[in-house]
């Protein structure tokens, strides 16, 4: 009997320890919904708003797929985290930005936390404009990947999220 109550003991620890385990999740990354969530909580609290929005957009995330796929991305990538100004040369081919939108690059090191990521977006040397207007409207649309690039002083490769946010040119508001 006493072998009997030491084994349900421990399959009874088992259990909770599995239970545990799943309720803490698998350690994946933070959703994009979360992550749009996190930047729209920081950007209000940051411009003193209550009205920025920011939307996952599927479109977005695929145009990022696309670029990734191209030799130049890396670059890219690096360009933004560092803060540096992008060149037209460093845009990929057959990238247009339309006339009637406003788009930011944001890079920031990887972070499973979606606030930690949304402050590490908005450091402040990590994001560049690609458009002639210069401010974001309150509604944003955001498309995300996680990538790397080799930093040429550590030579290491820095995990990061990288973003494009677009919005239409704001309004004057009178």
Same mark, same amino acid.
């Given at each position: 009997?006493?072998?009997?109550?030491?084994?349900?003991?421990? !399959?009874? !620890? %088992?259990?909770?320890?599995?239970?545990?385990?799943? %309720?803490?999740?698998?350690?994946?990354?933070?959703? &994009?919904?979360?992550?749009?969530? !996190?930047?729209?909580?920081?950007?209000?609290? &940051? #411009?003193?708003?209550?009205? *920025?929005?920011?939307?996952?957009?599927?479109?977005?995330?695929?145009?990022?797929?696309?670029?990734?796929?191209?030799?130049?991305? #890396?670059?890219?990538?690096?360009?933004?985290?560092?803060?540096?100004?992008?060149?037209?040369?460093?845009?990929?081919? %057959?990238?247009?930005?339309?006339?009637?939108?406003?788009?930011?690059?944001?890079?920031?090191?990887?972070?499973?936390?979606? %606030?930690?990521?949304?402050?590490?977006?908005?450091?402040?040397? &990590?994001?560049?404009?690609?458009?002639?207007?210069?401010?974001?409207?309150?509604?944003?649309? *955001?498309?995300?990947?996680?990538?790397?690039?080799?930093?040429?002083?550590?030579? #290491?490769?820095?995990?990061?999220?990288?973003?494009?946010?677009?919005?239409?040119?704001?309004? !004057?508001?009178?």
């Amino acid at each position: 009997m006493k072998t009997m109550k030491k084994i349900l003991a421990f !399959a009874l !620890a %088992g259990v909770m320890a599995l239970a545990l385990l799943t %309720g803490c999740g698998t350690g994946s990354s933070a959703s &994009h919904k979360s992550l749009a969530k !996190a930047m729209a909580d920081y950007d209000n609290g &940051h #411009e003193r708003k209550t009205t *920025i929005t920011y939307t996952s957009s599927a479109e977005l995330d695929a145009l990022l797929q696309t670029w990734a796929a191209n030799p130049k991305f #890396e670059t890219i990538v690096e360009k933004v985290y560092n803060g540096d100004t992008l060149s037209s040369s460093d845009i990929p081919d %057959g990238v247009v930005v339309p006339n009637d939108k406003v788009v930011y690059l944001y890079c920031g090191k990887y972070d499973k936390d979606a %606030g930690k990521q949304a402050l590490n977006l908005n450091a402040w040397d &990590h994001y560049t404009h690609i458009s002639s207007n210069s401010s974001l409207a309150d509604e944003r649309k *955001i498309g995300l990947i996680t990538t790397s690039f080799t930093d040429d002083t550590t030579n #290491e490769k820095v995990k990061v999220r990288f973003a494009v946010v677009v919005s239409e040119i704001p309004t !004057a508001t009178p």
